[in-house]
């Protein structure tokens, strides 16, 4: 792997940081306040290629690499502090990927084009009230019926319920059939018979979370992504797409807030000297800085694994991919939550305010430790798998 960025690569990186100093970062309060990323933003974004990045430029997207997308959402991440922003981009980018690379031609050119336009929304819907990550427990159901698929059931803590209202669009859904496979689907949240709820989070306000209820949904069998009964495998590559750009766009706030601290601690007295002469907070920052580097370089390697062998169909170094992936998903979070909090601590009483605007960060990235594409636990449950083998999985 060549760690240089091609002229191209570097030019889209700078465009894309500018893009987060003068759009994100002072449109980021509003979005927390409103509850919603306006329509300029999403505008600016798609005009930028933003949305749905790696969608295939016949369906409307840029036909982004994984790495060049993993770039992006570091911008973002680091731009919209909130990560509301981050949430909306890596849901289009990965399952807009994942429904140009498993839909059918009808769908992709019915789906992919507004969604790339940032006039549609497309998101995931897989957990279930009864649970998120054991899907084997999962209760909604596909059944076919003539060029149909009939869902029912019910959807939870699902990210883009009133987007997908107010833009248009809707959710790849994750169903069990009647052979206890798995069917995947792309169902629109107009369709009739689906119900709505929005639930009220702690932060990430800009982007809506909330529950879908599915009661006798008629969705055209054109919408099946994959083949019947193996949604699973679909829904899992998804998963391990979207995951590496949540570790990125957790790298961007984890940067954004060590660059907070250090302008901060350069400059604010204490004891007739900057507080950053203090080596209890200057070996912090180092230990912290040193811990973002080392997981920035792994998340870039997961978005080179998957340019390099799974979007190639190399099936061979598979073990190496979701290792790798797991790894950053589990870490990023993390050390973006500890730069955050340790920087609010060497702000004092200042950094507990919303004017300096840490506890923006501080409430976006709580819902990648508490489970948002996949949970810490989970993460480890995998690199646990892929390092001792399956017989070592706590369940069968």
């Not at 949430?87 to 990965?94: D, K, T």
């Not at 529950?211 to 083949?227: E, F, I, S």
């Not at 998963?239 to 807030?257: L, S, Y």
Request: net charge negative; charged share 25%; hydrophobic share 40%.
């Amino acid at each position: 792997m060549d760690f240089r960025l091609s002229d191209e690569e570097t030019a889209f990186q700078e465009a894309v940081r500018r893009f987060g100093d003068r759009v994100l970062r002072t449109h980021e309060a509003k979005i927390d306040a409103d509850g919603r990323i306006p329509p300029e933003v999403l505008a600016a974004m798609a005009d930028l290629g933003l949305l749905a990045m790696p969608v295939p430029t016949e369906y409307g997207g840029m036909g982004a690499s994984a790495v060049l997308t993993e770039i992006a959402a570091e911008e973002i991440g680091r731009g919209d502090f909130s990560m509301a922003t981050a949430v909306f981009f890596l849901l289009e980018a990965g399952w807009g990927h994942i429904l140009a690379r498993h839909g059918t031609e009808e769908t992709k050119r019915e789906v992919l084009p507004p969604v790339c336009g940032g006039k549609a929304f497309l998101g995931i819907a897989t957990t279930e009230p009864g649970g998120g990550s054991d899907l084997a427990a999962m209760r909604t159901t596909a059944r076919p019926d003539g060029d149909s698929f009939v869902l029912h059931g019910e959807k939870s803590f699902i990210s883009g319920v009133e987007e997908a209202k107010s833009l248009g669009g809707g959710h790849l859904t994750l169903a069990k059939d009647s052979t206890g496979g798995f069917d995947f689907l792309y169902v629109p949240t107009s369709t009739a018979g689906i119900a709505t709820q929005r639930f009220h989070n702690m932060g990430r306000m800009g982007i809506s979370t909330g529950g879908l209820t599915y009661q006798d949904v008629r969705v055209p069998a054109r919408n099946l992504l994959g083949k019947p009964g193996k949604g699973f495998g679909v829904a899992m590559e998804g998963f391990e797409f979207a995951r590496t750009f949540v570790a990125a766009a957790c790298i961007g706030a984890a940067e954004r807030a060590l660059e907070t601290g250090m302008a901060y601690i350069r400059e604010r007295p204490a004891f007739g000297q900057p507080l950053g002469k203090f080596e209890g907070i200057q070996f912090e920052l180092v230990d912290l800085w040193t811990q973002v580097e080392a997981i920035k370089w792994q998340c870039r390697r997961a978005a080179w694994l998957h340019d390099t062998y799974t979007l190639m169909g190399d099936s061979s170094h598979r073990s190496e991919v979701e290792r790798t992936v797991a790894a950053v998903k589990l870490g990023a979070p993390q050390i973006a939550f500890e730069c955050v909090k340790r920087v609010m601590m060497w702000y004092g009483a200042a950094g507990y305010t919303k004017e300096v605007g840490l506890e923006l960060g501080f409430r976006g990235i709580m819902s990648y430790l508490v489970g948002a594409e996949g949970g810490l636990n989970i993460m480890r449950i995998i690199l646990g798998r892929e390092l001792l083998g399956k017989e070592f999985l706590p369940y069968k």
